[in-house]
């Protein structure tokens, strides 16, 4: 098998283990048990269990990278409640990372320095989203760009921390999950639309097909 | 010593070390070394370590039990900088397990089911808060109380979760976190406060000392 499937083979099995068990009890030894694979061939292509971790995380960035690409472009409630749906689609794959992110991070300074750096990039592309909607008309002018940066802070722990918080409660359809938090965010933009923009936010609860989720 | 000073003395031993290097890195083992008692002794108080895990979440709830009695008979914006400064105070503290809590409550069924049930049943006492505030003048009236509950339930994501995303972050002062996560909960509560409340939230920031964190 070419090194680059086999990488994607152990990828693919630690995210399965990880999500269902938690990176932190599942050892090298099941992720190389669980592709067929042995320790020695493991050990070749991702020499500690925090390298696997690593490259789940570079997926995640590469995946933001390519389905964010110029949402600025877009700059609709729509399209907002696309990327919303979007991002909790990826997180939810990702679970165990969004679950483990802060003991990860606090664990591995390689991988606090890439989250962190990534975080604020997207955060400052989020916030150009953000200004987009300003420039078209759908958010009002704000008091100031850090009063807009602040809502995009807000709008991103809330989203990182959505399905965790979700978790906690007993939850009986994905639909509701999904539409709640877009409830909630757009409780939060609420008094910043414009009259016209909160004429389309009933629509754009059409855009969210939340079919990702188990149940 | 008497069982109740063992058992004080195994959680505080537990919390340092768990804040440290995270539960999932510390064993049982090396709790008891750090307490100077023997295996054994912890086995007799603490069967499991996540029997010490669940007895350091009981703190936390008793805690807050505490120190969040009637907050809606204190129905001010001072006093809301208060409860943020304290509820980040708290979380400071039992930092390992707001970093784990995703992780903890998916391993440990008892776990979730208890930190569901009190984190339901803080955001209904949060909401009371909110709805003194409505009373007091100090917010408007909602569109619903659906609304307001939305309102607090992302003020509790983002508290829950602040200290966790500034760490992602260089931060080179203690008081700026506090400040800046305190600027964001203002920004979202911005436009729901009425104008003699928005008057008094400059006032409100000198309610916050933030003299907790290390550096």
Redesign the interface.
Known sequence: MASRDTKGLIKTAALTLFNEH?S??ISANSIAEHCGISKGNLHYHYRTKTEIVEALFDDIVAEMAVSWWHDENQPTVLHMAEMFERQLELIWRYRFF??????L???SPEL?RR??AH??ARIEKVLEFFEALVGAGVIKKPRSRE?LR??V??S???S???L??I????HSENAEVINTGY??IV??LY??LTEAARAEIYDSYEAITANFLPR
Do not use: C, K
Request: hydrophobic share 40%; proline share 2%.
């Open positions: 938690s932190g009890n969004y679950r483990e992110m802060a003991t991070v606090h664990q606090h989250v962190g975080t604020e009063s602040y809502l802070v807000i991103w722990i809330f990182d921390n959505w965790n918080f978790e906690l409660q007993d409830d909630v409780e939060l008094p910043y």
